[in-house]
């Protein structure tokens, strides 16, 4: 089955400590994103990658990096420069051109900082 | 003024009722539309879409698109207890970016 992947499901963070959270699509989708959720603000883009080794910054980039060594995989590390990251963060993909570009969303990693 | 307003709900109906679902937004270079469903804790999951104005159905799902107005609609005909979810609108102006909604919470009760 096509689909997106995101590891872990939930995720727990020291105050201080760099996480990364795992992406993986099958679709051969060209584009690929990180969104952060929170209740009452909507879907918020941090990053997204339309090619290998090429990324741009979202609307919410700082505390946060990315690389796209691979179509296939988009990783995002949440850094300690992060003030607040606990929330619900979900991948998504998209082909790059043509079409009405939906954006296809994987399951979401829940990440909370004790 | 954010570039899309969602009414964030909650929007609680009997099962069985009709129920709409709207955003409203600035950008009128915006001409892909897309609506999205989201149980809790879990991704959203593409319902429809449609590009410029006009209406488009699927099932009970119907999405409509009013560009002079700035409006779009999703009507849900025979709501379901399973239909209970938060929706998102989206859009984008024919590249990459798109932009949500902070999506509407929908209660269906049997």
Redesign the interface.
């Given at each position: 089955d096509g689909g997106?992947t995101?590891s872990p499901k939930y995720l727990f963070r020291k105050e201080g400590q760099n996480v990364t959270l795992s992406c993986e699509q099958n679709l051969n989708h060209d584009?690929m994103?990180w969104y952060r959720q929170d209740p009452?603000?909507?879907?918020r883009?941090i990053y997204?990658s339309?090619i290998v080794n090429d990324f741009q910054k979202?609307d919410i980039a700082e505390g946060y990096s990315v690389s796209r060594e691979k179509k296939e995989s988009f990783p995002l590390t949440v850094t300690s420069a992060q003030k607040n990251p606990t929330a619900?963060y979900?991948c998504a993909s998209?082909m790059?051109a043509g079409g009405?570009?939906?954006?296809?969303?994987?399951?979401?990693t829940?990440l909370t900082v004790l | 003024q954010k570039e899309v307003e969602q009414d964030p709900g909650p929007l609680s109906v009997p099962e069985g009722a009709i129920v709409s679902l709207n955003c409203t937004y600035s950008n009128s270079a915006f001409q892909y539309f897309m609506w999205y469903r989201q149980y809790s804790r879990k991704g959203p999951e593409l319902l429809m879409y449609t590009y410029s104005s006009g209406n488009k159905e699927d099932g009970r799902f119907t999405a409509q698109v009013d560009k002079s107005s700035k409006y779009i609609s999703l009507f849900i005909r025979d709501s379901q207890p399973s239909d209970s979810a938060t929706y998102l609108c989206a859009m984008n102006t024919g590249f990459q970016k798109l932009v949500f909604g902070t999506g509407t919470r929908l209660l269906v009760s049997p």
């Open positions: 997106i995101q584009a994103y009452g603000q909507g879907l883009l997204y339309q979202g619900f979900l998209s790059l009405p570009h939906e954006q296809f969303f994987g399951p979401g829940r | -």
